[in-house]
């Protein structure tokens, strides 16, 4: 099959989109707060920025739960206000790590059923159409513990699971690839680890079409982090891996500080490289924010730490459209967000708490104004000290502006119409006659590339590298030469 990867034209370029000026590291205006749940322990674990400008939250209620947990799904506006509420369950105690919207305009859940304990459990996944309601359910897993931490829809419209299992592979636990079709019907399976416990926590598909995948190698002892972040667990090495696209192992790369390490979070980054955040641990000085920058073959860039209280952690991470990536996680047990430069150099942070209790961001993105949002859940003295799923929004950063020095005189870029239905035209008005043109959707993810080409127009039908027509929503299209980087607005309508 044709493969639709290339490796970046011009490797020495930064890919810096917007070719962005940082003029000041101001914390951007807090836009809004909102709080959901009920008198018990609620919590959102995965957050994605839907469509119409709302939000789709994923996690677990015990408030509104028919017993012990259910999967807990929320639908904002763009403002956070609540349209609907959704509450599944299938076996006593039901949590979703993972929540994404579909290209049907539904929403794929990944998480766990029948969590009593850490050795007892199955991966679950739902299926809904765009207003909660179950389309299909399936569960997966053998005699112990086998958990889904992240769910993706693949570019051929069937699904991705990662996460780990007790029941099979090698050792105590290992890292689980579960692919299947568009109807959740199991393709095919593998694991990755040694001998004693290993566990993924994050990953996507990358843009040759195979996976990347970030967790844990070689925990030392057996600790499944249930709901909560166990403060005192012991910790192996990040652990990350790169498959192609039947799960077949291309390379593993561990990351070992002389701590205890995890890694919760992965994207790719423009230039198919790789970003991870979690923590390192050292049980005398506590938690530090641990993020590894590495090229496309896994081998380290840099890395850095953040953070300076007891607890520090990061949970999600999303590179940004400056080329800098944001974090979201724990400072000092606080819910917090932390912006970061291309080389790891913290440009301004913030934290939401108070109380003398956990708060924690599990899940961030930039939304399509060009501001933040994280979810993840606080503990807050209305509710008894349960918890309650926290959403909070961030606007733009300030003083950022476009960079009036670089010249462009040489290149003009159009979009036209835009907004769009059907088709757009890009126009690439260019003297070089090296150039690539790819479009990404607002989480990063490769949509569409075009290989350089005497022809200076390019029609975009609205579908992806394989055919399918993609949701309606804002696409970044971006044009690189070896001379400039530029990148267009796309708005495509239904």
């Not at 393709?187 to 598909?205: E, N, R, V």
């Not at 040759?208 to 030392?220: F, K, L, P, R, V």
């Not at 982090?225 to 192609?244: M, P």
């Amino acid at each position: 099959m044709y493969s639709f990867y290339r490796k970046p034209l011009f490797a020495t370029s930064l890919f810096l989109i917007f070719y962005c000026t940082f003029l000041f590291a101001q914390v951007p205006d807090t836009l809004w707060t909102r709080k959901y749940g009920g008198i018990y322990e609620d919590a959102g674990r995965s957050m994605q920025q839907t469509d119409d400008g709302g939000y789709i939250i994923a996690g677990f209620s015990d408030s509104y739960s028919s017993g012990g947990d259910d999967v807990y799904l929320i639908k904002t506006d763009s403002l956070g206000d609540t349209l609907w509420t959704k509450t599944y369950s299938y076996s006593w105690n039901d949590e979703a790590w993972s929540v994404q919207q579909t290209t049907d305009g539904g929403y794929i859940i990944g998480g766990v059923t029948g969590w009593f304990s850490p050795t007892h459990g199955d991966v679950y996944l739902i299926k809904t159409d765009g207003n909660g309601e179950t389309i299909w359910t399936r569960v997966y897993g053998g005699i112990q513990s086998d958990v889904a931490r992240e769910v993706q829809q693949t570019f051929d419209g069937g699904y991705i699971v990662i996460g780990y299992t007790l029941s099979f592979g090698a050792g105590n636990s290992d890292v689980w690839l579960l692919k299947t079709d568009s109807l959740g019907d199991t393709l095919w399976t593998k694991t990755y680890g040694a001998a004693l416990f290993d566990y993924g926590f994050s990953g996507q598909q990358t843009a040759d079409s195979g996976y990347i995948i970030a967790g844990c190698y070689n925990n030392e002892t057996f600790c499944v982090e249930y709901k909560k972040v166990n403060l005192g667990d012991v910790g192996g090495d990040v652990y990350l891996i790169k498959t192609d696209k039947l799960g077949n192992m291309v390379w593993s790369k561990t990351f070992d500080t002389g701590k205890w390490e995890k890694g919760y979070s992965v994207k790719q980054t423009k230039d198919n490289g790789y970003i991870v955040a979690g923590y390192s641990y050292l049980s005398s000085f506590g938690r530090r924010v641990y993020v590894i920058r590495t090229d496309e073959s896994g081998d380290t860039l840099w890395t850095r730490e953040y953070g300076t209280g007891y607890n520090n952690s990061g949970q999600s991470i999303q590179q940004t459209l400056d080329g800098g990536y944001i974090i979201t996680g724990t400072l000092d047990y606080d819910f917090c967000f932390i912006k970061i430069d291309s080389l790891g150099d913290v440009r301004w942070s913030t934290t939401y708490g108070g109380v003398p209790m956990l708060d924690i961001g599990y899940s961030v993105v930039q939304t399509s104004d060009g501001g933040y949002a994280a979810a993840g859940e606080t503990f807050t003295p209305d509710s008894g000290y349960g918890s309650d799923v926290w959403l909070v929004c961030l606007g733009p950063e300030l003083g950022i502006k476009e960079n009036d020095n670089i010249n462009l005189s040489c290149a003009k870029i159009q979009v036209y119409p835009n907004p769009f239905c059907e088709k757009t035209l890009i126009e690439c008005q260019i003297i070089s006659k090296e150039f690539e043109t790819r479009i990404y959707d607002t989480s990063g993810r490769l949509v569409r590339f075009f290989a350089d080409s005497d022809n200076h127009q390019i029609i975009w039908d609205g579908r992806d590298n394989y055919g399918h027509r993609v949701p309606e929503g804002i696409y970044f299209v971006i044009v690189e030469t070896p001379e400039f980087t530029e990148t267009k607005k796309a708005i495509l309508l239904k």
